[in-house]
């Protein structure tokens, strides 16, 4: 017993020593190159910045040494070393009070990076979770992917990943057992339900390189074109460019944006975009504490010059509201819906030399016009609440969308004067 807490508080002083130093080191500020907005894929340049430290070295030795006795001598249970460290170093981040300021561990990071990338190694489907239930669901599977090629269903439960239990289980976890390497292949088994069906099905899904699709188009009536955009990833110019193309050759003489429930994403993805649609001028700006100010601007290469509508709603949040600002902003199109969520600050990541990252808010950025929407959002042009008057159980029918109904309406009388 004595050798084992020699060995502990061996490991214990050196790991708070380390963690004290880090705290330090990382209480005199970091500084990246690139700017997005919060949730946001960011550049891994930095440059150390100078900043006083809140507590002294000697300090937080002391009082980390005094919790590694309290654990090691009173604690009930065995520790897991990576997962006190990694408790430390996030409890560092979650001192700040600000919910997007957060430490990733390696694997986790390299999620982050994958989703922003808009690419990963997978079989091609989003997941939720029932939070009454815990059950973990396809709740979409992309076209085109593994998924879909195998027979997996939107609405599918997943009960099984090769031979293991995921019932109850916490959805990050059902995840990482889906992951693995390109070629090989994940066994599921799925419970299905169809009315008051219920089957349960199996499938062996092969896991490949797979793009996610972040836009989706089609042409509605009158010669409307109807883009939605989940979010803002690196590959959502380039399919957005297509999408303009294919609606552009079938003579399209107004378009509807939809960003609803679009969460953000990378910030040179969104100005991108509103590069095809704006002319040249002001996208936004970011600001930090010491007055730094940066401009993101659009080029007189390309723009549109028919009428435009855009949906927002409260789940319209980040780098969807810096679309949305520019667009109100410049009278470039009407927003219809209902006011955006208001997250108007800004997270850089920093990658770490062990494969992790930490995420911390640096400044806040504004709409050209100068507004600040933190926690104040963007009122839309024309307030109206989402209904939907076709069947849940029916695919989405933009038919019967009251919110794209008005848009139509809307955008008829602009294109008519």
Same mark, same amino acid.
């Given at each position: ?12 002083? &050196?790991?708070?020593?380390? %963690?004290? %130093? ?25 440059? *150390?910045?100078? *900043? ?13 040494? $005094?919790? @590694? ?15 006190? !460290? ?48 815990? /059950? ?27 031979? !293991? ?27 299905? !339900? ?28 009158? &010669?409307?074109?109807?883009?939605? =955009? ?12 297509? @999408? ?5 050759? $079938? ?7 939809? %960003?609803?429930?679009?969460?953000? &994403? ?33 080029? /007189? ?7 435009? @509508? ?22 470039? &199109? ?10 108007? =600050? ?29 926690? %104040?959002?963007?009122?839309? /042009? =024309? ?11 029916? *695919?989405? /029918? ?14 008829? !009388?602009?294109?008519?004067?």
């Amino acid at each position: 017993m004595e050798k084992r807490n020699a060995r502990n508080q061996s490991f214990w002083s &050196g790991f708070f020593w380390g %963690v004290a %130093v880090m705290l330090v080191l990382t209480s005199a500020g970091l500084f990246l190159m690139r700017c997005t907005p919060a949730g946001d894929r960011l550049s891994a340049g930095f440059r *150390a910045g100078t *900043a006083k430290s809140a507590v002294s070295q000697r300090e937080t030795r002391g009082k980390l040494n $005094q919790l @590694a006795n309290i654990i090691d001598k009173l604690y009930y249970k065995e520790t897991q070393e990576q997962q006190i !460290k990694d408790g430390v170093y996030s409890g560092l981040l979650d001192s700040l009070g600000d919910p997007y300021s957060q430490y990733f561990p390696p694997q986790e990071y390299q999620a982050l990076m994958e989703s922003t990338a808009g690419s990963y190694c997978g079989i091609g489907i989003v997941l939720s979770q029932n939070k009454e239930t815990m /059950d973990t669901f396809l709740f979409r599977v992309y076209p085109g992917t593994p998924a879909m090629e195998a027979g997996l269903e939107d609405g599918d439960i997943i009960k099984a990943v090769d031979g !293991k239990d995921m019932e109850g289980k916490e959805i990050s976890l059902v995840s990482k057992q889906l992951r693995g390497e390109e070629g090989s292949q994940v066994h599921l088994q799925v419970i299905r !339900k169809k009315g008051e069906e219920t089957k349960t099905l199996e499938f062996d899904v092969e896991r490949r390189q797979v793009e996610i699709p972040t836009v989706e188009w089609q042409i509605l009536e009158g &010669g409307t074109g109807f883009v939605q =955009i989940s979010e803002f990833t690196d590959l959502t110019p380039e399919q957005f460019g297509q @999408a303009l193309d294919d609606l552009k050759e $079938q003579n399209i003489t107004s378009l509807i944006v939809d %960003v609803r429930g679009n969460p953000g &994403g990378v910030l040179d993805s969104v100005c991108d975009v509103l590069d095809m649609i704006l002319p040249k001028g002001l996208l936004v700006y970011t600001e930090d504490k010491y007055g730094n100010r940066t401009d993101y601007t659009s080029s /007189d290469e390309e723009y549109l010059d028919f009428p435009i @509508a855009v949906l927002v709603d409260q789940d319209s949040a980040s780098a969807s509201e810096i679309f949305a600002g520019a667009m109100k902003d410049y009278n470039y &199109g009407t927003l219809i819906g209902t006011r955006t969520f208001g997250k108007g =600050i800004v997270q850089q990541i920093v990658p770490l030399v062990d494969g992790s990252a930490v995420k911390v808010t640096t400044a806040r950025y504004f709409t050209p016009k100068g507004n600040n929407i933190h926690e %104040v959002g963007i009122e839309p /042009d =024309i307030e109206l609440e989402y209904e939907y008057f076709g069947a849940k159980e029916e *695919a989405y /029918d933009p038919g019967k969308d009251n919110q794209v109904q008005k848009a139509l309406e809307v955008l008829k !009388k602009k294109t008519e004067n």
